[in-house]
């Protein structure tokens, strides 16, 4: 709420301030100043741009730059003339437009926009060299940084949790379009760097301003089978405490939306009672018996076989796809392949990130042990905006930390009562609406059975295709995987 108050103060209250007295400065009434949009087509009237440039305020992602261009010709009606003036306009309104408001040396001079006004101050005017360099910087960094918060942005896959779907060096592009952009939370933050400064290694962005979560409109929701980048919902706690738009970028496939009943069992994806479609390229984890002669590097290498683990001199275990798996089967020197699946209520083998799925019993005392593994799991019912959950024993270890860490409550547990922001509660309903994500290389990706619920403020946005894939451990001439290359991802 303070966080609320002060953002409001600041982007709305104090700019007004500034806007109504500097019309007034103009033989303007100051009520004109702070009426939306009104407002917008005064500054044009008496900077001497044409009026259909409120056309222009309509359009997503436009009406940002224009709005920029709007302020910069109307500071200039006043004598503004000065790159850093500029910058203060757009930048930090809530200081400069309440200054120059009420500074008597600041007078309106006429429409910046006219030819008269570009003749009488063309000196003032004039550019230098140097100038027009960091004009020309100024501008490619705002460009750039609205293109990637509203339309489109680079992301480089880091780890193996979605092979062979997507493989590690394979550079993408994610559109913000598809489900809407989400507007910047934490808006005071170095260009082009995400939560660390490159280098130095200390925080690129500074949470003492964070604003409400807003996401214009999109073109689809969050569907099932999307390939989804989000924030890493555990990026919350201790010891990194990010903003939500400052936790760490992860890839993974929705595979449960809001209000979906989703389990797996033995090792496939059930929603809502019904088989999920699974990956094509997607790996996991297989037991393989041969005849104990050696496998051949190169078959390895073209079939993507990874992790190859012995077990003994006659079978071994591998991470691969399904059309690697046929594909092996047809060599004489293979005698079985069978998928390597932990059995429902056995502990997991494969679990050496957390020492339980989620919910973590060991960290919810009281409460059950749900004896879930990655292969069989749930069911468990993914929380939608607008839907009331009874809280008991089983339900809270499912949902307490969405309702304390995503929506913001404050959460105890006193005995078998559960208190939310004081007041003891039997029922919780949700605000905001959640996804269930995994990696489709399932014996072998961090996802929500580990650690929960995505909420739909921490969606990024949709992977599209991808433009470059560079294969590390390749030779030099062979480090680009041309095949890859503009890959539509599915």
Not at 188 to 213: R, S
Not at 305 to 322: I, Q, W, Y
Request: glycine share 6%; with cysteine.
């Amino acid at each position: 709420m303070v966080n609320i108050i002060l953002a409001i103060v600041l982007l709305i209250i104090l700019p007004y301030i500034g806007l109504w007295k500097l019309f007034e400065k103009a033989g303007r009434p100051g009520w004109e100043g702070v009426i939306p949009f009104y407002n917008i087509y005064g500054m044009l009237k008496l900077s001497g741009r044409p009026t259909w440039w409120l056309v222009m305020i309509l359009v997503p992602g436009l009406n940002i730059l224009v709005m920029i261009g709007i302020t910069v010709d109307f500071v200039k009606s006043y004598g503004k003339f000065k790159l850093v003036d500029h910058i203060a306009a757009v930048a930090l309104a809530f200081i400069f437009l309440p200054k120059w408001g009420f500074d008597k040396d600041t007078k309106y001079t006429g429409p910046s926009a006219s030819p008269e006004f570009r003749e009488k101050y063309k000196i003032a005017l004039k550019k230098t060299p140097a100038r027009e360099w960091a004009d020309a910087i100024i501008f490619a960094v705002i460009a750039a940084t609205l293109i990637r918060t509203l339309f489109i942005e680079a992301y480089v896959i880091p780890s193996a949790s979605m092979e062979s779907s997507l493989l590690i060096g394979d550079y993408l592009f994610v559109s913000k379009v598809n489900y809407g952009a989400r507007l910047p939370m934490t808006p005071v933050a170095f260009p082009f760097a995400h939560h660390t400064m490159p280098l130095i290694g200390t925080k690129a962005y500074w949470d003492g301003i964070e604003l409400p979560y807003y996401r214009l409109p999109g073109l689809s929701d969050v569907k099932k089978g999307d390939v989804v980048v989000f924030n890493y919902p555990m990026d919350a706690d201790s010891p990194l405490y990010r903003p939500v738009d400052k936790r760490e970028n992860y890839i993974k496939r929705c595979q449960g939306t809001p209000g979906d009943t989703l389990s797996v069992v033995d090792a496939q994806v059930f929603i809502n009672g019904k088989a999920a479609i699974t990956p094509l390229n997607g790996e996991m984890k297989y037991t393989v018996q041969s005849d104990g002669s050696e496998i051949n590097p190169q078959l390895i290498n073209d079939l993507h076989l990874s992790d190859l683990t012995p077990v003994n001199n006659t079978s071994f275990k591998m991470n691969a796809t399904v059309l690697s798996v046929k594909a092996l089967k047809g060599y004489s020197n293979i005698k079985s392949i069978s998928p390597d699946i932990t059995p429902k209520g056995h502990a997991d083998p494969l679990n050496t990130v957390y020492p339980e799925l989620f919910p973590n019993y060991k960290i919810t005392p009281n409460f059950p042990d749900f004896k879930w593994n990655v292969d069989n799991y749930g069911p468990i019912i993914v929380p939608k905006r607008g839907w009331t959950v009874k809280l008991d024993s089983l339900t809270f270890p499912v949902y307490g930390r969405a309702i304390e860490i995503y929506e913001g409550n404050k959460v105890q547990v006193v005995g078998k009562d559960i208190l939310i922001n004081g007041q003891k509660a039997d029922s919780y309903t949700f605000k905001l609406n959640y996804y269930f994500m995994m990696g489709d290389n399932r014996h072998n990706s961090e996802d929500s059975r580990f650690w929960g619920f995505v909420p739909e403020d921490h969606i990024v946005g949709k992977a599209l295709f991808i433009w470059m894939s560079i294969d590390d451990n390749a030779s030099f001439l062979s480090k680009i995987r041309w095949s890859r290359l503009f890959n539509i991802i599915r």
